[in-house]
């Protein structure tokens, strides 16, 4: 079975552009979730998507954004980028069942200047 | 506040010798317990995991302890390798099956 792919991998914008990123979990699941990790932090939840619905979201500003399409693909958007959005940006798939673990991409590493 | 915490921020360990990794949460209601590598610039990889009714699971070099009464578990990894040199995070699912993560503790096997 394949695993979760993300992309792109690498990533240069400039302040003030958007990004759009993407994520293809796992055949079979249909939960997405993402997550932000700046140098020296752990893992700042996102949102997750299940069924193309946000069910979860942690404490972003509105210039994050995401969906979920029917395929289960997810797309993850930030508009007018700022210095502090440089990040490796993380997907994870899951079943979302009790116990469920969550499966990542190996990220997207965005770098804004 | 932080639900799930990891005070080592660091942990140097000989090759060979046991690793214990530490992890504390404050929510009696969490019932599932997970805990993931994570290499530089690659995304977390699933270890071990271990349900509130358990006290211990096992895998391989990887241990995982449970006390529920003082809400804290452990990950033993016995004997140390170097390719285990990476961040651990320990996590907890809540109600709405979402993860709440620890700050991870760097674990460094030494020669």
């Known amino acids: 079975k394949a695993g979760v792919t993300q992309t792109p991998r690498y990533l240069i914008k400039t302040r003030g552009q958007q990004v759009t990123l993407s994520c293809s979990p796992i055949?079979?699941?249909?939960?997405v979730s993402w997550y932000q990790q700046t140098p020296g932090q752990g893992l700042q939840f996102l949102f997750e998507y299940f069924s193309e619905t946000q069910r979860n979201k942690g404490n972003f500003p509105g210039r994050f954004s995401g969906r979920q399409f029917s395929n289960s693909r997810s797309e993850m958007n930030v508009s007018t980028l700022e210095l502090g959005d440089s990040a490796l940006y993380l997907c994870?798939?899951?079943?979302?069942?009790?116990?469920?673990?969550?499966?990542f991409g190996p990220g997207t590493r965005l770098t804004v200047l | 506040d932080q639900q799930v915490k990891q005070n080592s921020p660091s942990l140097s360990v000989q090759e060979g010798r046991i690793s214990i990794l530490n992890c504390d949460y404050t929510?009696?209601?969490?019932?599932?317990f997970l805990w993931y590598k994570k290499y530089p610039a690659e995304g977390p990889t699933f270890l071990i995991s271990i349900s509130s009714i358990k006290d211990k699971n096992e895998d391989g070099r990887f241990t995982v302890f449970l006390n529920k009464s003082a809400k804290h578990l452990s990950l033993h990894i016995v004997p140390s390798q170097p390719g285990d040199s990476a961040v651990y995070f320990c996590?907890?699912?809540?109600?709405?099956?979402?993860?709440?993560w620890g700050a991870g503790t760097k674990l460094i096997i030494k020669p």
């Open positions: 996590a907890v699912q809540d109600s709405n099956y979402q993860l709440i």
């Open positions: 994870a798939s899951s079943l979302r069942d009790r116990g469920g673990t969550q499966y």
């Open positions: 055949s079979g699941h249909r939960s």
């Open positions: 929510n009696s209601m969490f019932d599932y």
